[in-house]
T-cell receptor, first 112, second 112 residues
Framework: GEDVEQSLFLSVREGDSSVINCTYT??????LYWYKQEPGAGLQLLTY?????DMKQDQRLTVLLNKKDKHLSLRIADTQTGDSAIYFC????????????FGQGTELSVKP | EAGVAQSPRYKIIEKRQSVAFWCNPI?????LYWYQQILGQGPKLLIQ????????DSQLPKDRFSAERLKGVDSTLKIQPAKLEDSAVYLC??????????FGPGTRLLVL
């Protein structure tokens, strides 16, 4: 089945850019998502990209998709302390009814 | 548009007891999902409903977990009897056809 992998931790300084990476195994992934989860809170959808796109930009967020390498990244420009959270990559698979396969999450720590 | 509602928000039980969680999806969303998120991991699908029929329950521990979606709207997830390893956040999500998963706030279960 599909497997989604993320690095577990990332630490950056306030004002720097953060890049969170994700790899997946199933080439029939249709939509790829980034969710944010703050301590004790639910999942907040940040952005998503369709599999026929290479890049999507939304304010401080840039998503890059390399289909050949099955690699997805999320870049956060001008990272703020409020961006400290766990970020999950998730993929949906064509013809599997919309269920999501999640990575284990990357904990982003932003130091002032 | 009201979001996905879940109750209770928190539950503490002892092992071997029973517990039930309730989910009310977004109005008009035919697909409903239950995910389990163990501390330090990404959410994993337990069961997916399309209207009141089960689409995927391959990851549901059927010896102790059960779920139903009567009349294709609200859903209940039950654990009987609970084990220590069932301590997790139980997330309900719903989606329209080809729509994105919209998540509720989750129910945090602690089994002692």
């Amino acid at each position: 089945g599909e497997d989604v992998e993320q690095s577990l931790f990332l630490s950056v300084r306030e004002g720097d850019s953060s890049v969170i990476n994700c790899t997946y195994t199933d080439s029939s992934s249709t939509y790829l998502y980034w969710y944010k989860q703050e301590p004790g809170a639910g999942l907040q959808l940040l952005t998503y990209i369709f599999s026929n796109m290479d890049m999507k930009q939304d304010q401080r967020l840039t998503v890059l998709l390399n289909k050949k390498d099955k690699h997805l990244s999320l870049r956060i420009a001008d990272t703020q302390t409020g961006d400290s959270a766990i970020y999950f990559c998730a993929v949906s698979i064509y013809n599997q009814g919309g269920k999501l396969i999640f990575g284990q999450g990357t904990e982003l720590s932003v130091k002032p | 548009e009201a979001g996905v509602a879940q109750s209770p928000r928190y539950k503490i039980i002892e092992k071997r007891q029973s517990v039930a969680f309730w989910c009310n999806p977004i109005s008009g969303h035919a697909t409903l999902y239950w995910y389990q998120q163990i501390l330090g991991q990404g959410p994993k699908l337990l069961i997916q409903f399309q209207n009141n029929g089960v689409v995927d329950d391959s990851q549901l521990p059927k010896d102790r977990f059960s779920a139903e979606r009567l009349k294709g709207v609200d859903s209940t997830l039950k654990i009987q009897p609970a084990k220590l390893e069932d301590s997790a956040v139980y997330l309900c999500a719903s989606s329209s056809p080809r729509g994105r998963n919209r998540f509720g706030p989750g129910t945090r279960l602690l089994v002692l």
